[in-house]
């Protein structure tokens, strides 16, 4: 119970009587514990989490990071409060980053967005953030909650893996062989440029060839194994006999 007295005094001061207000807070003080233990409880979800975790207000300030961010950046909750987060990067990345974070919040959409940031080390690392909407009970926006990862060495793989392909591909394109690359069931994944100058110059090969899709090309994504079955003509033998010899190599029948 929450009890409040008040003294009632008479025109001249003098004490007459006390009037007591007894107010039933058996409720509020359950709501409130309920509340401060729910909250408990995501604090210490969100400080298990090995991935930086976030969650602003409606007018996409920050209300709370975990300890995987503060950690990240070396920084505690208080120097990033409010829009104060902003100051972590970098500074050709900021603008459209914060632009399309706004831009989330107007319209109490998804967010998605990378930018460098600066690790607590001081290096510079690239940054993926993905945040989701949160609304009350009653449906209100409340502002969202995001989740950051370091995402450099995927995206460092990632243009490895394009430079390695760049290489290949101008390699082969400085050889002058017609050359074509098969997967393990015959598809055609990559050709040189002798490859398609050759179809391209042959005049029995319509357009419908030179496609890249289906079986009915002799481009990328076409199965040259389909395409030598279905050969016709006074040649078709030899094709067949291609298409025999690649299937005894794809089996490890021949080298």
């Known amino acids: 119970m929450r009890i409040r007295a008040s003294l009632v005094r008479d025109s001249d001061g003098i004490p007459q009587f006390s009037v007591l207000h007894v107010e039933d807070i058996t409720e509020r003080r359950r709501t409130a514990e309920a509340l401060r233990e729910s909250e408990d409880r995501f604090r210490i979800m969100a400080d298990c989490s090995p991935t930086m975790m976030w969650v602003t ?14 950690e990240f950046f070396g920084t505690t909750y208080e120097q990033v409060a409010g829009d104060k987060w902003q100051g972590l990067l970098h500074p050709d990345d900021a603008s459209e980053y914060i632009g399309a974070f706004h831009s989330a919040v107007r319209e109490h959409a998804s967010f998605q967005a990378e930018a460098r940031v600066r690790r607590a080390d001081g290096e510079w690392r690239l940054l993926g953030s993905h945040a989701e ?8 926006y409340l502002g969202h909650v995001g989740l950051s990862a370091d995402i450099t060495e995927r995206r460092q793989a990632e243009q490895a893996i394009r430079d390695s392909r760049e290489f290949a591909q101008s390699t082969i394109d400085a050889l002058s062989s017609h050359i074509c690359v098969l997967d393990e069931a015959g598809r055609i994944i990559a050709v040189n440029r002798a490859w398609k100058q050759f179809a ?3 005049h029995k090969v319509g357009a419908e060839f030179l496609n890249t899709g289906g079986d009915g090309g002799f481009g990328e994504g076409a199965n040259y194994l389909t395409v030598c079955d279905h050969s ?14 690649i299937r005894a190599v794809l089996e490890g029948k021949r080298s």
Request: glycine letters at 12%.
């Open 200 to 202: 391209e110059a042959n």
């Open 232 to 245: 016709i003509g006074a040649d078709a033998s030899e094709a067949f006999e291609v298409a025999a010899g």
């Open 57 to 70: 207000d409606a007018d996409g300030g920050c209300q709370f990071v975990n300890q995987a961010y503060r």
């Open 133 to 140: 909407p949160r609304l009350s009970p009653q449906g209100e």
